[in-house]
């Protein structure tokens, strides 16, 4: 799209070309209406991209985010989209020395499995059970809470009685998960096990009167009505690849390359101006729709950008030559690297770990969990990789807020990997460094973010993966119909930022995209 040609008129304009950007697009375009996508980078996708991130290797890796869970069948559905996902065999294997010997909680290959791993580690069925009527519960809860995601903000009177569960609404929704996890299990590998879906992206305490954490906590358990966590066939790029497919055959224009730098409108008629490479142009709309964060909302429209939400994660790609052996050899590596490997991820490690940085240090044992992507979907790697037994390993970090990594980005980002791959080193039987692949010049195939890495690579205020803190999901005085709208009749915030955002969703590009449609000839 020349940048030059004068104003055109479209009946939406899209700044980001991120996925819900892309949702949005092609429910709009599939509805007859002119859509176009202003996207700054050369590529479409934003966070949920696959790329090839070490020299001359083979390797398609989920960068930026890893697993899906909170996209809706719905959105697949109605928009056609060539993807799939593919549930690991594994949920979680966490490793843990007890009496002087090393050992495990194995969760996954079936409930007879499950029970006897349980009973192993804690020496009774206990635990295992009450793990059971626990996630029996939340799993009730997601069947009710999910499918609202998709329809007009209910009340918070409205969804109270849709959960239909006194008991699970005062767990999540009431008190600190803190009180249900230390109320229901007493062993503190397993409270730190179910914890951590509490913090994932989230700088809280399991007490955190905010309930900051059991925000961040139910939308990790509501997924799908399942609340479980699975892998995109091809990596994620394959779904932004195929969104951006299903925008443009519906026609929508798809314009990389153009960055938008100011939205002017009255309510009902919007201007919005871009710059290329060739220069800037105009583009007027009768919607816009901002795929962006908040604070990048207000900067386009000139309206007081809100606080940045503050991010406190660290985020590790790695390619092995294979897997490592475990300390703990009543476990295949194949088996505890399938799902999400909990590295001092014990309840005590956890609220240590967080009032360290709370107190301005790095943790002294950084939590974190580990993702192996490639033993599920092995499409990512090239045939020669495959055949050698390479595999793919995703780290994430708790508990390292941005303020951190204030003073020296580049030190501390080296101080807190070193330590964190120590804390995975205690737990194998060989070094994790002897199992990295190399990269055609020769380094080790590894990437370490920050979250000051995150806002520079992709404009996230402070480093926040969700953009803003996580929002209950029903209606407040301040959220609109459908979660999107802003104080400007004719812009929507369609991103991470809108009330039920956050994670790979495209929640919030369905939900803008339903807001204007119900607008009518608005």
Known sequence: MPANEGTRTYDAVIVGGGHNGLVAAAYLARAGRSVLVLERLDHTGGAAVSTRPFAGVDARLSRYSYLVSLLPQKIVRDLGLDFQVRARTISSYTPVERAGRPTGLLVGGGDLRTREAFARLTGSDREYEAWQR??????????????????????????????????????????????????????????????????????????????????????????????????????????????????RDAGAVVATGHEAVRIE????????????????????????????????????????????????????????????????????????????????????DLATAHAQAAAG??????PSEIYCHSLTDPTILGPDLVEQGYQTLTLFGLHTPARLFDPDNDAVRDELLKSTLAQLDAHLAEPLADCLATDADGRPCIEAKTPLDLERDLRLPGGNIFHRELAWPYAQEDTGRWGVETRHANVLLCGAGAVRGGGVSGVPGHNAAMAVLEGGGD
Request: proline content about 7%; some cysteine; overall charge negative.
């Open 361 to 366: 240090v790095l943790p002294s044992a950084p």
């Open 265 to 348: 409108t009255d309510g009902r008629t919007a201007e919005v101006t871009y710059r290329t490479s060739d220069g800037e142009g105009v583009a007027a709309a009768r919607h816009v729709l901002v795929n962006a964060s908040p604070q990048a909302l207000a900067e386009l429209t000139g309206d007081a950008p809100p606080t940045p939400a503050e991010g406190a994660q660290l985020k590790v790609n790695m390619l092995l030559k294979r897997l490592p052996k475990l300390r703990d050899q009543s476990v295949d590596p194949r088996e505890a690297f399938a799902g999400t490997f909990h590295i001092a991820e014990g309840y005590t």
């Open 134 to 247: 626990f996630y029996g519960m939340t799993g009730r809860l997601a069947e009710r809470v999910f499918p609202t995601l998709t329809e007009p903000l209910p009340s918070r009177d409205e969804l109270r009685r849709r959960v239909d569960d006194e008991e699970a609404w005062r767990n999540l929704f009431e008190e600190p998960i803190g009180v249900a996890v230390e109320d229901r299990f007493a062993d503190d590998l397993v409270r730190g096990v179910v914890l951590t879906d509490a913090l994932i992206g989230t700088f809280a305490d399991a007490h955190e009167p905010s309930l900051a954490q059991n925000r961040c906590f139910l939308y990790h358990v509501i997924g799908g009505g399942t609340g479980a966590w699975d892998v995109p066939v091809g990596g994620m790029g394959a779904l932004t690849d195929a969104l951006a497919a299903a925008a």
